[in-house]
């Protein structure tokens, strides 16, 4: 299903980080694995972990091990982010396309943010580390709302920042949890296929395009055979 808008150029956009403009696999693994053996849960494997990026730790927990204890969610939570003190900011970079595509957003005067799962200081210290930190206008993490995604509070905390309107703003992310979390709170969605979600799986949800990567989403949505729009 594909929801065209009638703006010729958002006034804001905002991207999840992990898959969508970043990859903090290796880091993300790292706590994962950590947390699950302090909890004396057994090893899960590469490709389990990596399907739950994108989650709530709880939601992540409970997909790697079937637990739905709320006590040792919030245990987990605890653990993977005392190991991410140590090692996220390192293992985390931006996917090719990112910088290109943020700098021609900042340049058309358009709003950037990430609305992410990740703590927002944490996004804040990776473009702090790259250099960029000009590029974004916000950053809404878990440590920002109450709700997480695919809850839409993070988007709404997100517009009532940048002084947007839902009907003037896109949310780019690479999973279900995104696609959901955009619809709900009325914005329009783009998603791009550099994670483990695919295709299909976005396109059942609204949306303005699934790209195959952030270069492909620039050329369709704002490149020269377009125009300005869409």
């Not at 997909?63 to 005392?82: H, K, N, V």
């Not at 995104?178 to 979600?197: I, K």
């Amino acid at each position: 299903m594909t929801l065209r808008g009638e703006r010729d150029l958002y006034r804001a956009v905002l991207f999840d980080f992990d898959y969508t403009i970043g990859d903090s696999t290796e880091g993300i693994l790292t706590c994962l694995g950590y947390g699950l053996s302090k909890l004396g849960f057994p090893p899960a494997s590469r490709e389990a972990m990596r399907a739950t990026i994108g989650l709530s730790l709880g939601p992540a927990l409970y997909e790697l091990t079937g637990c739905g204890d709320a006590a040792a969610a919030r245990e987990f939570t605890r653990l993977f982010m005392e190991k991410a003190d140590e090692v996220m900011v390192d293992a985390s970079r931006l996917l090719p396309g990112a910088e290109e595509l943020l700098r021609y957003l900042k340049a058309q005067k358009i709003l950037t943010g990430v609305v992410t799962t990740k703590a927002s200081y944490r996004i804040r210290a990776i473009f702090e580390k790259l250099g960029l930190p000009e590029l974004l206008d916000t950053v809404i993490g878990s440590n920002d709302v109450k709700n997480e995604k695919p809850h839409p509070e993070p988007v709404f905390l997100a517009l009532e920042r940048l002084g947007v309107d839902a009907g003037e703003a896109l949310y780019v992310g690479d999973s279900e949890v995104d696609a959901r979390c955009a619809m709900d709170a009325g914005v329009d969605f783009a998603g791009v296929l550099n994670g483990t979600t695919t295709r299909e799986a976005l396109e059942c949800y609204p949306n303005v395009l699934i790209a195959r990567d952030l270069t492909e989403l620039r050329e369709r949505l704002w490149g020269e055979t377009n125009g300005q729009g869409r």
